[in-house]
């Protein structure tokens, strides 16, 4: 019973470089969503998905980063053109239903951005 | 802007002891309160979790109180043990349609000493 599985776990960049960052929700689960923790802070919302549509995306900043979630395949953080600003933990979550469902988490990915 | 303040930042206690951790938010439209627990290197994990209609729910050594007049709520783990030393962040979510995205608090790291 695979929990929500995230890859890679570590991610080095350098400026400028792009990083993507998957995740793969519990079996059976077609919501997804994204969370930043920075360091000393607690975790941050940034986009809510279904399968091939985002809902919401208000946590997101506005340039460089982007996401999907398609029929087939994990869900995608993709961020361009880092900067060092963006090392931190990204974590993706899943629930089988929507807004009153249970969210679990995946382990996270650490970004570090030299 | 931090939408759930979150209380201490760290603490240490005895094993044996009893551990509180408090939270408090302003927006009264928040409608369901969870606690997670994270371990270095691994994603949160739901512990407890509470709504606004009970003052209190317990779950074997760990109890949430609820004050929906204060706007606050806290954990209690009864009984310390080594094995409880983790990062725990509450939460909170809105009751709206578009209420999915979970509001963390900033964390307390959790030391139980031998």
């Known amino acids: 019973n695979a929990g929500v599985m995230q890859n890679p776990r570590h991610l080095v960049r350098r400026r400028g470089q792009e990083a993507r960052l998957r995740c793969s929700p519990v079996k059976g689960h077609s919501h997804v969503y994204w969370y930043r923790q920075l360091p000393e802070e607690g975790l941050k919302f940034m986009v809510y998905l279904q399968k091939e549509n985002i809902i919401d995306e208000s946590g997101m900043p506005k340039e460089r980063f982007s996401a999907e979630f398609p029929k087939e395949g994990p869900s995608i953080l993709r961020i361009q053109q880092v900067v060092r600003g963006d090392s931190a933990a990204y974590f993706c979550?899943?629930?089988?239903?929507?807004?009153?469902?249970?969210?679990?988490f995946g382990p996270g990915t650490r970004l570090t951005v030299l | 802007q931090q939408q759930v303040k979150q209380s201490p930042q760290s603490l240490i206690v005895q094993k044996g002891g009893i551990s509180i951790i408090n939270c408090a938010y302003e927006?009264?439209?928040?409608?369901?309160f969870p606690w997670y627990q994270q371990f270095p290197g691994k994603g949160p994990a739901l512990l407890i979790a509470i709504r606004p209609d009970v003052s209190e729910k317990k779950e074997g050594r760990f109890t949430i109180s609820f004050n929906k007049s204060a706007k606050q709520f806290s954990l209690h783990i009864m009984d310390s043990q080594p094995g409880d030393s983790a990062t725990y962040f509450c939460a909170a979510r809105l009751n709206s349609n578009s209420g999915y995205a979970l509001n963390f608090g900033k964390g307390t790291s959790l030391l139980v000493t031998p």
């Open positions: 979550a899943s629930s089988r239903q929507g807004r009153t469902d249970t969210q679990y």
């Open positions: 927006n009264t439209a928040f409608d369901y």
